[in-house]
């Protein structure tokens, strides 16, 4: 099967699942950095079921991709374009059972971190006014003032390139200093992070905490710039 062809076959999987999508499309209006060439197929899940399927057609018609959150980590050179890029930032599944949290991939982290402070769960509040998603925090082992992705993350949900769906816990995910197993080894694409919601904390002195880190998050970037 030519390429063409895959791409026609893409665009009908798509608008059959009903999943949003955008042709021929600039990264420089998609990206943080506002930089990159252009994307034949701008993918936009609206849910990890949706994720899912679009990822194992990919996969099964060998059709390469790139997988993008927020794109705060990411730089693109202007001369990359490709075929196909899919972006996370609408796969926000959402719950919350007992000492746990789960979260699609796209779930933005300083909501995450809001939602936490303002319900007593302790450990994330460092994380607000970071930039990115879950997906790629539990990637990175992003941190931030105290708060750090291997110690609140307890096990990602990876789908496989064969379709399977696996899920590695805190200690096969093997955290060093901003990196994992995920950064170091294409193993799957990351569907959801379960959270430990254990750790309870005042939420005065949490809310306290993080407008502190948020001034002081401030105070550098105007550093810098």
């Known amino acids: 099967m030519g390429i063409s062809e895959k791409m026609n076959e893409l665009e009908r999987a798509l608008k059959k699942a009903n999943i949003t999508f955008e042709l021929n499309v600039s990264l420089k209006n998609k990206t ?131 379709g399977t769906i696996i899920s590695l816990t805190n200690k096969e995910l093997e955290y060093e200093h901003r990196s994992s197993v995920l950064k170091k080894n294409n193993n799957g694409i990351i569907l959801s992070v379960e959270f430990d919601a254990s750790m309870k904390g005042n939420i005065d002195k949490m809310r306290e905490k993080a407008e502190k880190n948020k001034k002081h998050r401030k105070t550098i970037k105007k550093i810098h710039i």
């Open 32 to 162: 943080w950095l506002k930089r990159g060439g252009k994307t034949n197929f701008w993918i936009q899940p609206n849910c990890k079921i949706q994720l899912q399927s679009i990822i194992v057609f990919l996969y099964s018609k060998s059709i390469q991709f790139e997988i993008i959150g927020y794109s705060s980590n990411c730089y693109f050179t202007e001369n990359y374009n490709p075929i196909v890029t899919i972006s996370t930032k609408k796969v926000t599944d959402f719950e919350i059972d007992q000492n746990t949290i789960k979260c699609g991939c796209g779930y933005n982290l300083m909501k995450l971190s809001n939602y936490c402070i303002n319900n007593g769960i302790s450990g994330y509040e460092g994380f607000i006014g970071l930039p990115g998603t879950v997906g790629g925090a539990a990637i990175n082992n992003a941190g931030s003032y105290g708060s750090i992705m291997s110690e609140v993350v307890k096990s990602v949900e990876l789908l496989k390139q064969d």
